[in-house]
């Protein structure tokens, strides 16, 4: 632990839970769980950054073993900026890593969305893809073609700790742009946490696999039936959900934190957009025919099953392959690129129209017990990160992505999707110059979780965010729910 982290926890005060109440339930009422929370709220420099802190923790907790919440209008980087990375992994109260073979990190994700100004009401929590416009709500997807889910501006899972996700210079994510935002709105973001509590469970690879068996579920999160051949995925691991104990297994009661870093540098001229593509191998695509009056659509299912090999095969080297074709509206650059996978994975690639690799992205596992090395687990994703205009992709051309899984075994609820960055062409030496950095730290309470059967937790959020300066002035201050 750092000395800041351990400034953090060792200076902690007690505020009052109406305080915190107050600020929770701009996601959900909690006040029920609670009877105190700790907040300290400080700036200190450290290796010439500037700090700002807002730490929270709960002193009561609940009961369940998956969560899998929505937490809107989070603290996030204001104003017009660029991002340059997300990055993520659950800590407990003494800002430990968490291993995943004790709390598995299926996803979280972030969503960008424009809210009525003066409107404080939230989406309801069945809310589809998110995807719905109304009054006092929209939505800003991503630039990928999936017609429903995959809204995401970015998210990983398990593989958080060891996957790069920095945009590199002189490339940005550009969000907060005055001219995008409609009159009468603000920009907000919301973050999706699923995670699963695997301690003292009696199939840890099922658990975190959704198997519905080990779930005990018949319906899903919206109480309609599961078809005959779904075994597995995330309409069993839903919230509040729990995995099948061990007989006899006591769990520990204790609290867990989701950290998160946000990096990114103030907006200016010589920054070049890109937009973010997030393709699905399981997309299923219906091509446009105008003469017939179909329109193109993509029904991205998300998730899949990797059927065991055949039982003659006798070795371990069964391999299931899927494969996509599909196209982007635009072209560019390629700047970025990554794949996302559950364990089992053993790599995905994106191809051209030509059969040239534009990125190839292969899983790293873990050898270990500690966390970033958990045996058994995807750790790590391996990122493209192509030279300045090296790897291009033409407006309509014809991508295939194809994904493998070991299917030595049956696996349920897999992925294959695939992050690209895609810029314009990008001017001659243009690069980002940022001579001061700040970076501020914070906070805030966002959910309640519980983590341990027979115990509890409570899951907060830490929001840290480098502000790359361009000009030489004052650290920005943090906004606080």
């Known amino acids: 632990m750092s000395s800041l982290d351990q400034y953090f926890w060792d200076n902690a005060i007690c505020a009052s839970p109406a305080k915190f109440r107050r600020i929770i339930t701009r996601s959900f009422s909690s006040g029920d769980y609670l009877n105190c929370i700790r907040i300290i709220q400080h700036r200190v420099r450290e290796n010439g950054l500037w700090f700002k802190v807002h730490v929270a923790f709960p002193g009561n907790s ?3 073993s998956v969560s899998d919440k929505y937490f809107y209008n989070i603290d996030f980087p204001r104003g017009h900026i660029g991002l340059k990375s997300f990055d993520a992994e659950v800590i407990d109260e003494a800002g430990n890593s968490i291993p995943l073979h004790e709390t598995y990190l299926h996803h979280w994700l972030f969503v960008r969305y424009y809210q009525r100004k003066h409107n404080s009401s939230d989406v309801a929590k069945h809310h589809g893809d998110l995807g719905l416009h109304g009054h006092d709500f929209v939505v800003v997807k991503n630039s990928g073609v999936c017609d429903y889910g995959l809204i995401q501006y970015f998210g990983l899972g398990s593989e958080t700790r060891r996957t790069s996700t920095y945009v590199p210079d002189p490339y940005g994510i550009q969000i907060g742009n005055p001219e995008d935002i409609p009159s009468g709105f603000e920009e907000r973001w919301m973050l999706n946490v699923h995670a699963i509590d695997s301690r003292g469970v009696e199939d840890r690879m099922g658990c975190t696999e ?65 937009k973010i593509y997030i393709l699905d191998v399981t997309d299923i695509w219906t091509t446009a025919d105008e003469s017939r009056g179909i329109k193109s659509r993509h029904r991205c299912q998300i998730e899949y099953e990797v ?9 371990d080297y069964c391999t299931h392959t899927k494969s996509l074709r599909v196209s982007l509206p635009t072209g560019g650059d390629v700047v970025y690129g990554v794949a996302h996978q559950h364990a089992g994975g053993i790599g995905s690639a994106l191809y051209g129209e030509d059969g040239r690799v534009i990125c190839s992205s292969n899983p790293m596992y873990g050898e270990g017990n500690e966390p970033g090395n958990e045996a058994g687990y995807i750790v790590g994703m391996s990122t493209c990160y192509p030279l300045p205009g090296s790897v291009k992709i033409s407006s309509g051309e014809t991508l295939t992505l194809v994904s493998n899984y070991s299917n030595a075994r049956r696996h ?37 979780w519980g983590v ?8 907060l959020v830490i929001i840290s965010a480098f502000r790359y300066r361009i000009r030489k002035e004052e650290g920005y201050e943090a906004i606080v729910m």
């Open 62 to 64: 609940c009961f369940w």
């Open 210 to 274: 959704c198997r519905c068996d080990l779930y005990n579920v018949t319906v899903d999160d919206y109480d309609q039936p599961l078809p005959p051949d779904y075994n597995g995925g995330l309409r069993c691991c839903y919230d509040e959900t729990r995995c099948r104990m061990r007989q006899g297994f006591k769990g520990v009661t204790r609290s867990l934190y989701l950290k998160y870093t946000v990096k990114y540098v103030d907006w200016y001229t010589s920054i070049v957009p890109v």
């Open 307 to 315: 059927p065991s090999c055949a039982v003659d095969a006798g070795n």
């Open 412 to 448: 349920t609820g897999v992925m294959g999707l695939f992050y690209i960055l895609v810029a314009g062409s990008s001017p001659p030496n243009t690069v980002v110059h940022a001579p001061a950095e700040v970076h501020q730290t914070w906070m805030i309470p966002l959910s309640v």
């Open 452 to 459: 341990a059967l027979f115990g509890g937790a409570i899951i």
